[in-house]
């Protein structure tokens, strides 16, 4: 492997390379820089030659990274970070700042909290950026090389690395038109055996226990239920999810249209009910509320930067 020599190597070209990992593209990163798409070329030429490894290479989805470089990535982001951090003001002025945030999030929480985060966060902070993305499996992995810098979601265990906060609890209620059928009577166990149901979930809930899946130091829920649908309809004959959708607001338009019923968050499901024309039912069984929690990187604690992100989902959770 070519040796690398610091004291020539241009630190800019760092920056190059972390913009390329997190947009996968000449252009994004070009744009997210302030560079032209030629000079980001150039920029990671110089970049290869120096670290004798090709980086980035084009594939369908973009320039993917290859082993070295996604090696590296952890290591580097947290240095970028450490930088930005011994270099930056000593604190956080939200007006003044140019920097680019990361939330992921489900879809249905990003429904229910993030109209109220980013309304503030244009008049906080009208230069930086936020983005917001869909929650996957890899955001322990997100988390740690900083692609990811708050994450929302139900989350179990987690490692000493990650800190995990409770934002708010939600009840779950079963959502159906409002001229179906059975919307004019009370929801029983039997009724839910005979209906076809959709539940709100991420796509890889095939290779969930229990439903939760566990990666790269976090586990997650990935069905917004607790196990209380399963105890109670484990005596029926015609039991069974007919449907999985990972859009919150796609499964309620779903069951607007359908003689389907979905399980669904109590304040999305309200949010929406007079728009789709919807009707919400309480659950016929013992039904505990699950938790939204956040999630951040422990080193990450003491960022003016995060905690004032931080504290705007805080907020956005207490008014709801």
């Given at each position: 492997?070519?040796?690398?020599h610091?004291?020539?190597?241009d630190l800019n070209l ?9 947009e996968?593209?000449v252009?994004?990163a070009?744009r997210r820089?302030g560079?032209t798409q030629s000079?980001?070329?150039h ?6 030659f120096?670290?004798?490894?090709e980086?980035?290479?084009r594939?369908?989805e973009?320039?993917?990274p290859?082993?070295?470089?996604a090696?590296?990535r952890p290591q ?17 002025v939200?007006?003044?700042s140019t920097?680019?945030f990361s939330i ?5 929480a990003?429904?229910?909290l ?7 966060f244009?008049?906080?902070?009208p230069n930086?950026?936020l983005?917001i993305?869909?929650?996957?499996a890899d955001?322990?992995e ?5 692609r990811v810098d708050?994450?929302?979601?139900g989350?179990g265990?987690?490692?000493s690395?990650?800190?995990k ?9 079963w959502v159906?038109?409002?001229?179906h ?5 009370p ?7 005979e209906?076809p149901?959709l539940?709100l979930?991420?796509v890889?809930v095939?290779?969930a226990?229990?439903g939760?899946?566990a990666a790269?130091?976090?586990e997650r829920r990935?069905?917004?239920d607790d196990?209380g649908?399963d105890?109670?309809l484990?005596?029926c004959?015609?039991?069974g999810v007919?449907?999985?959708v990972?859009?919150?607001?796609a499964?309620l338009a779903?069951v607007s249209?359908?003689?389907?019923a979905?399980l ?13 024309g919807?009707?919400l039912?309480?659950p016929?069984?013992?039904a505990?509320?699950v938790?939204l929690d956040?999630?951040?990187r422990a ?5 003016p930067a995060?905690a004032?992100?931080?504290?705007l989902?805080?907020d956005?959770?207490?008014?709801l």
């Amino acid at each position: 492997m070519k040796e690398v020599h610091f004291q020539t190597l241009d630190l800019n070209l760092l920056r190059v390379f972390d913009a390329l990992a997190e947009e996968a593209s000449v252009t994004r990163a070009g744009r997210r820089l302030g560079l032209t798409q030629s000079a980001v070329s150039h920029a990671l030429n110089r970049l290869r030659f120096a670290l004798d490894d090709e980086l980035f290479v084009r594939g369908p989805e973009g320039m993917r990274p290859t082993a070295r470089a996604a090696e590296i990535r952890p290591q580097l982001r947290r240095a970028l970070d450490q930088l930005h951090a011994a270099l930056g003001p000593t604190a956080f002025v939200p007006a003044e700042s140019t920097r680019r945030f990361s939330i992921a999030a489900p879809s249905a929480a990003a429904t229910l909290l993030l109209p109220q985060v980013i309304d503030r966060f244009r008049r906080e902070a009208p230069n930086a950026g936020l983005r917001i993305q869909r929650i996957g499996a890899d955001i322990g992995e997100a988390l740690a090389n900083g692609r990811v810098d708050l994450a929302i979601g139900g989350f179990g265990r987690v490692h000493s690395g990650f800190i995990k906060e409770t934002l708010l609890e939600e009840r779950m209620v079963w959502v159906m038109r409002a001229d179906h059928p059975c919307a004019a009577a009370p929801l029983t166990i039997e009724r839910l055996c005979e209906l076809p149901l959709l539940m709100l979930s991420i796509v890889e809930v095939g290779e969930a226990v229990e439903g939760r899946v566990a990666a790269g130091g976090v586990e997650r829920r990935v069905v917004w239920d607790d196990g209380g649908l399963d105890k109670a309809l484990e005596g029926c004959e015609k039991r069974g999810v007919a449907v999985t959708v990972d859009d919150a607001q796609a499964a309620l338009a779903i069951v607007s249209r359908t003689d389907m019923a979905a399980l669904a968050p109590r304040r999305l499901a309200l949010a929406w009910a007079d728009a789709y024309g919807l009707k919400l039912m309480d659950p016929p069984y013992e039904a505990r509320p699950v938790t939204l929690d956040l999630l951040w990187r422990a080193d990450q604690t003491d960022q003016p930067a995060i905690a004032w992100l931080s504290n705007l989902l805080r907020d956005a959770a207490a008014e709801l």
